[in-house]
């Protein structure tokens, strides 16, 4: 099991922690939203809760919580401008169809 960063990304998430006091690391998992059923999600983490997994990628702690590890296992979070803003991207092995506008997706697990 693991979560990794690009470069880019893991400078990103670097000086969000920094910047931010009594930050943990990166909160990561995924919420049900839009037309295909899960959206990720990557905030501050300010502590750990009850069930988290936590990763460390090249110190970096990623905390995921139970209910989302299994659909996020394996993702590569990356970090890129688009158009005039910033945004991360997610490259989840586990999503097997994503909605048109990208914002949400499914796995073979809501599939089947």
Known sequence: MAITLTPVALERVQRFVEQTPGTLGLRFGVTRTGCSGWGHVAD????QRDGDTVFEYQGVRIYVDADSLALVDGTEIDF???????TFLFKNPNATAECGCGESFTTAVDAA
């Open 44 to 47: 501050l983490a300010r502590e």
């Open 80 to 86: 890129a401008r688009q158009g005039l803003g910033e």
